[in-house]
């Protein structure tokens, strides 16, 4: 299964985000699998990285 998913990866400013497709495994016994649709971030958040 796939699915959207934001990624950060190390690098210049620019280029900090990306929406990319990642592959997620099935949930195994005794795990569930959650959607999330909501987060935040506050900018302290990004510059502490």
């Known amino acids: 299964m ?5 990624l950060r990866w190390h690098g210049e400013l620019e280029s900090l ?4 497709e ?3 495994n099935p949930a195994q ?7 999330v ?3 935040s971030l506050c900018r302290r958040d990004i ?3």
């Open 22 to 24: 990642v592959n997620v």
């Open 29 to 35: 016994a005794m795990e569930i699998r959650i959607k």
């Open 17 to 20: 985000w990306d929406r990319e």
């Open 37 to 39: 649709v909501c987060t």
């Open 47 to 49: 510059t502490a990285w």
């Open 2 to 6: 796939s699915s959207p998913a934001k």
